[in-house]
């Protein structure tokens, strides 16, 4: 009698509660993380579930960020009316779980299946420090690495019988992904790749389906930004443009892959030359498959999006600015990158005897658990730290129960009506105390700052500890009029301004 099929995949179902049980222990002291981006998308999915309307908590559109991530939150927020940072713990714990579940799928679809190959794999995605980072904050990348798993597997569905059905089913996974990030238009470039050449097509229908393939991905992205443009004019948002060039994202690409490979700092100087080798062997392992090796496998969708993904982000970042390119960004590489730079390894031992296994599989087990062992003591680390003080961000203790936050918390009327209010954190302002507060203008932009400056007395909720030198600062603000100090804390003050008289 038959296995069930539940029982065969023992290995993954057991990495995926222990990836749960890890996002459940990193979040047990104070719930996930909250950065000002995790505001954006809860105070969104509120009002879709209250309002049916599309907009922050500062009453503007929700243009930064595509639609689905919060859509989605709000859909769980309808259904349990539980608070979305409250339910943000278990949600991240089922997708993390989720992402393990199939990955381990995946693997299982190799050519060449190896089991010992799958347990490693699966408990280098349970220990990542940087998808366990990601998991513990209420981000959008905890369902974008989701969707990108279920992409990699609908494709390989596909692959099997090239219908119209499940060219379809890929077409609509990738849809959805391009509008929870806008990086979701890798997989566009990765699944056309795939089709351009896939032997199995013949020339017409392999046209026909690169044409639905192509519209029917880009729909619901092409939706959105159209959206955006019609509410602020801005498709994506401001963006403003890059100030490091491509040598330097590259640094920054491949201090991340250090920090991945569990790396001592003293390997950062080698950081371009690390990051690099890692996309030029990512890159030959794919042209190697879809020139020489039958291209319709689980491996070639793995490496494809892996090198697509890993050029695409450093790119983007040479011609768009935003943060320097750190492991969030680039959280969604980790397990293409990770599968697709070893799935070589249960091929070439296809057929080979005990000892050639052995003499192979010896060497490449012992490096693999030396590299566990590595980042599971990064893993230790932090979560000692975040045992004591919680998961950095607006959640943990260097915020909650400060005097100033309580002040907030306690005070919520202290501004005269009709007298706008102006922040360097207006996300945090609405976290701690419900209120609203505008954001204080960027330097970079002029057409702005002199909007700001034109207003001739508002009050300024400052917070001491963000020092964000790219917003407008008290230093430039006392240049162009009083600020009055009513309520000062360690952490911050509450200032009222008069513009000069001129």
């Not at 930064?64 to 991530?69: D, G, H, K, L, T």
């Not at 360690?490 to 000069?500: H, I, L, Q, R």
Request: one cysteine or more; hydrophobic letters at 45%.
């Amino acid at each position: 009698m038959p296995l069930p099929k539940y029982i065969k995949t023992y290995d993954t179902l057991s990495a995926s509660v222990a990836g749960y049980i890890a996002v459940y222990l990193y979040t047990k002291y104070s719930g996930v993380g909250i950065s000002p981006d995790s505001i954006m998308y809860a105070s969104t999915a509120h009002n879709i579930a209250t309002h049916g309307s599309l907009l922050t908590f500062n009453g503007g559109p929700l243009v930064f960020f595509p639609v689905f991530y919060p859509f989605f939150l709000s859909v769980i927020l309808f259904i349990t009316r539980i608070p979305t940072f409250n339910a943000a713990p278990v949600i991240n714990g089922l997708l993390f779980a989720g992402v393990i579940f199939l990955s381990g799928y995946l693997v299982s679809r190799f050519k060449n299946y190896s089991g010992i190959y799958k347990w490693l794999i699966l408990i280098d995605i349970v220990l990542s420090p940087g998808l366990l980072e990601i998991y513990s904050y209420l981000w959008s990348e905890t369902l974008f690495i989701f969707m990108v798993m279920l992409y990699m597997l609908a494709h390989w569905h596909y692959m099997q019988k090239h219908t119209t059905g499940r060219l379809l089913l890929l077409t609509l996974i990738i849809a959805i992904g391009c509008i929870t990030r806008y990086a979701g238009v890798t997989m566009i470039l990765s699944g056309g790749l795939l089709l351009l050449f896939d032997p199995e097509l013949p020339v017409r229908k392999k046209i026909t389906h690169i044409l639905i393939f192509g519209f029917g991905s880009f729909s619901l992205l092409l939706a959105n930004l159209i959206k955006n443009r019609l509410s602020t004019g801005l498709s994506t948002g401001t963006r403003e443009p890059a100030i490091t060039p491509f040598s330097q994202n590259m640094y920054y690409f491949g201090k991340v892959i250090c920090d991945w490979m569990g790396l001592p700092q003293t390997a950062y100087p080698y950081s371009i030359v690390i990051g690099s080798l890692v996309l030029l062997c990512l890159t030959a392992l794919l042209l190697w498959r879809l020139l020489k090796i039958k291209v319709n496998s689980a491996e070639s969708i793995v490496l494809a999006f892996a090198v697509v993904y890993g050029f695409f982000i450093p790119v983007l970042a040479t011609f768009s600015r935003f943060e320097p390119l750190n492991s969030r960004l680039l959280s969604p590489l980790y397990i293409a990158a990770l599968i697709g730079i070893t799935s070589w390894l249960p091929g070439i031992l296809h057929g080979k005897s005990a000892k050639t296994k052995a003499l192979i599989y010896v060497p490449f087990i012992a490096l693999m658990l030396l590299f566990e062992y590595s980042i599971a003591q990064t893993d230790y680390q932090r979560y000692d730290d975040e045992f004591d003080y919680g998961v950095p961000g607006y959640s943990d203790d260097d915020w909650n129960g400060k005097p100033f936050i309580n002040f907030l918390k306690t005070h919520p009327n202290i501004y005269k009506p009709g007298i706008p209010r102006y922040s360097d954190a207006d996300e945090a302002v609405y976290f701690f105390s419900g209120g609203t507060a505008k954001l204080l203008p960027h330097r970079y932009f002029t057409n702005t700052v002199s909007q700001f400056f034109a207003v001739k007395h508002f009050y300024l909720i400052w917070f001491d500890t963000l020092n964000n030198t790219e917003l407008i600062g008290i230093k430039d603000i006392e240049e162009h009029g009083t600020l009055k100090k009513l309520y000062s804390f360690p952490e911050g003050a509450v200032y009222e301004y008069y513009a000069n008289v001129k």
